[in-house]
């Protein structure tokens, strides 16, 4: 269990006059999942060696689509609970510098969760 982000805004979920938990497996696992590939290189003063590498490789121009998706696929299979990527469906046009990803991952309790650009960038 992990403290809940309130999906509407981003912060904690203190809904009922409490702090919320999220519930155990996909839920808290999902959360993380989106935490970690939001989260930018070097954003976290007490460890900047974390985050992902948005500006130094994905968002660089000229980048190869095998490096961004190395970055991310990097992120998510080091995302607690997660023990392996199922599917990975990705996409990179150089023209437009637009990148997209969808992917599957089985997590350690047997679990397959679903995601993708849209449920990683957006707070829904």
Request: net charge negative; no cysteine.
């Amino acid at each position: 269990m992990d403290i809940k982000i309130d999906n509407s805004t981003g912060d904690l979920d203190v809904s009922n006059n409490s702090l919320n938990l999220t519930a155990e497996g996909g839920e808290s696992i999902a959360q993380r999942l989106k935490i970690r590939l939001r989260f930018f290189f070097r954003e976290w003063v007490l460890d900047r060696s974390q985050g992902t590498k948005w500006f130094e490789i994905i968002l660089k121009k000229g980048v190869t689509k095998y490096a961004a998706d190395q970055e991310l696929r990097q992120r998510v299979i080091n995302t607690p609970e997660v023990k392996s990527i199922e599917e990975w469906n990705s996409t990179l046009n150089n023209e437009t510098r637009e990148y997209d990803v969808t992917f599957d991952v089985r997590t350690t309790q047997g679990q397959t969760l679903a995601f993708g650009f849209s449920d990683i960038l957006n707070n829904s």
